[in-house]
C-alpha cells in the first residue's frame, strides 16, 4: 500500500509570500494529483502528473519520479488561496482509485 | 453541463437503517469512484467502477454495496448504518488519462 506524507500539515502565511507544499510517497505510481478543498468542502482537481512540472495561473506542481516526491507552489498568495491543498497517488499497473495524503491547511492572512 | 451531481446533500440515520447514496455524471466518464472523509484520515477509496458493468473494491469496502446502473450513475447503498459509517461521502468521475472530478459530497450522521 502506498504511504503518503504531506507536510507540512498546517501554514499560515500572509498574502503575497510563496508558498510551498510538499509531498512523498512510498511506492512507484503512475500519476501524482494536486486537490483543493475549500472550508465548504468540494473538492477540485488541480494537477495530474507524471513528470516534470505543470503551471496554471499562480500555482505550480512539480514531481521528481526518483525521489518519490512533488511539491506544489503558490506565488503572491491571496487569501482566497485558503484551503485545505491534498495530495493523491495513483498505483502503476491495472489498480484504479487514488490513494491520498491527509491535506494541508492553508491560511493566508490579509 | 452539471459535472458530477450527488443527493442527498445531507442525511442522518439510526443505526440499522438502509440507505442508497446516489451519483450521476454527465461527462460521458467510464470511471467512476466512491469515497469517504474522516477527520484526521483523510479521503479513502470505497468501490470504483471502471467501466459498466464492472465494479470493484476499494480500502475500506465493508458494510457497503455498489451499483453501476449504467455509464452515468453509480450508487452506494449502505444495507445496516452503523455509527463508523458517519462520515462525508464523494464520488467522482474520470475519463482515462484525465484528473478526476468530484462531486459535492453528502453528509451522513448515523447515530
Known amino acids: 500500500k502506498n504511504e503518503v506524507e504531506q507536510s507540512p500539515q498546517n501554514l499560515t502565511a500572509q498574502e503575497g509570500e510563496f508558498i510551498t507544499i510538499n509531498c512523498s510517497y512510498s511506492v512507484g505510481i503512475s500519476a501524482l494529483h494536486w486537490l483543493q478543498q475549500h472550508p465548504g468542502g468540494g473538492i477540485v482537481s488541480l494537477f495530474m502528473l507524471s513528470s516534470g512540472k505543470k503551471k496554471h495561473g499562480r500555482l505550480i506542481a512539480t514531481i521528481n519520479i526518483q525521489e518519490k516526491h512533488s511539491s506544489l507552489h503558490i506565488t503572491a498568495s491571496h487569501p482566497r488561496d485558503s484551503a485545505v491543498y491534498i495530495c493523491a497517488v495513483k498505483a502503476g499497473g491495472g489498480a484504479d482509485g487514488l490513494t491520498f495524503g491527509k491535506g494541508t491547511h492553508l491560511i493566508i492572512q490579509p | 453541463n452539471a459535472g458530477v451531481t450527488q443527493t442527498p446533500k445531507f442525511q442522518v440515520l439510526k443505526t440499522g437503517q438502509s440507505m442508497t447514496l446516489q451519483c450521476a455524471q454527465d461527462?460521458?466518464?467510464?470511471?467512476m469512484y466512491w469515497y469517504r472523509q474522516d477527520p484526521g484520515m483523510g479521503l479513502r477509496l470505497i468501490y470504483y467502477?471502471?467501466?459498466?458493468?464492472?465494479?470493484d473494491k476499494g480500502e475500506v469496502p465493508n458494510g457497503y454495496n455498489v451499483s453501476r446502473l449504467n455509464k452515468r450513475e453509480f450508487s452506494l447503498r449502505l444495507e445496516s448504518a452503523a455509527p463508523s459509517q458517519t462520515s462525508v461521502y464523494f464520488c467522482a468521475s474520470r475519463a482515462l488519462g484525465i484528473r478526476q472530478f468530484f462531486g459535492p459530497g453528502t453528509r451522513l450522521t448515523v447515530l
Open positions: 467502477s471502471a467501466s459498466e458493468g464492472t465494479t
Open positions: 461527462m460521458n466518464h467510464n470511471s
